[in-house]
């Protein structure tokens, strides 16, 4: 019984101990001073954009198909090669041409080659310019009119996936930037060409198609990559710019912080009248000038200081007075 009275009396003074301690710890401990960092306004160019993901593809993409059924005597073209129209892309012989050649082969080479000068190949032909992009044969190989021998496209163009909240800021003739997510240091010009009229549902959200047209077409660019696009709705240059953090909202209007001498803590508000807005800046249209500064609040952390009290539990060093 002594022993449980001992343990509970320990642990009372224990409790007790740790209690002053904090006292004088959070009593010693001085509130956190607010500091702000000085920004000037800047001239600079602000843009309002649409941003939206999409896809490279072919804009007329041209399945070539073989008239005849036969065998695949020559390839001339390779895949990513520019083609002219009318260009020879390969030659044929029909399934008849074929099995007289086969037997004629066997007869010798003289044989052969009348046959060869009597009885012409059948020529595939591209008929657009364009770029092979698939090239599905081989010379020998037996096809079908069903079987698809090359894949032309005029030129690649970008498709953008943009939400039904966005369309109505799109416009035709609208600049855009185009970023591939393999090459993200590439970034190219575009122009928005046609604006789909039908919606498609994708992942429970109503989108349209909107077809933008690169400027140039990189090397890297390859039908079926997935694209970032920028499009360009409204871009002003020379506006002066402030972080889009330095701006507040006080009794419903758009305010920030300047030093003041009148002021209690030395900082008062000023009424400004903002404009475009981005990710990063804000427009500042009147109330400030060019290098005019604002104090933005600094977040980053700082230990409070001291205000003269003492941590009881902190040992203290000797200090030795001369």
Excluded: C
């Amino acid at each position: 019984m002594i022993s449980r009275n001992r343990m509970v009396l320990a642990g009372a003074i224990t409790l007790l101990v740790l209690g002053v301690g904090a006292f004088f710890l959070f009593r010693g401990s001085g509130t956190p001073k607010e500091s702000y960092r000085e920004i000037s306004a800047v001239r600079g160019i602000i843009r309002s954009t649409v941003s939206t993901t999409g896809v490279v593809e072919p804009r007329n993409r041209l399945k070539i198909q073989s008239s005849i059924a036969g065998r695949i005597e020559e390839i001339r073209v390779d895949e990513g090669q520019l083609v002219r129209k009318g260009q020879v892309l390969a030659l044929l012989s029909s399934t008849e041409r074929a099995a007289l050649l086969d037997a004629a082969r066997l007869q010798g080479d003289k044989e052969r080659s009348y046959w060869n000068s009597v009885y012409r190949e059948t020529t595939v032909i591209a008929p657009i310019d364009g770029q092979v992009i698939v090239r599905s044969v081989e010379p020998g190989q037996t096809v079908t009119t069903s079987d698809s021998l090359f894949v032309l496209s005029d030129r690649l163009i970008v498709k953008a996936y943009v939400d039904e909240t966005d369309i109505g800021r799109v416009k035709i003739g609208q600049r855009t930037i185009i970023g591939l997510d393999a090459y993200p240091e590439i970034k190219v010009n575009g122009v928005v060409e046609h604006i789909y009229y039908e919606s498609h549902l994708q992942n429970n959200v109503n989108i349209y198609y909107v077809d933008v047209i690169p400027e140039t077409i990189p090397e890297v660019f390859r039908s079926g990559m997935s694209a970032n696009i920028d499009i360009i709705v409204s871009e002003k240059e020379h506006a002066l710019l402030l972080p889009a953090n330095a701006v507040q909202t006080r009794n419903g209007k758009a305010v920030v912080q300047q030093k003041s001498g009148r002021a209690k803590n030395g900082v008062a508000y000023r009424t400004v009248r903002t404009g475009m807005q981005d990710d990063v800046n804000i427009e500042i249209l009147d109330g400030l000038g060019e290098n005019s500064v604002v104090l933005v609040r600094d977040t980053s952390f700082a230990l409070p200081e001291s205000s003269g009290g003492s941590n009881p539990f902190i040992p203290k060093r000797n200090r030795s007075t001369k």
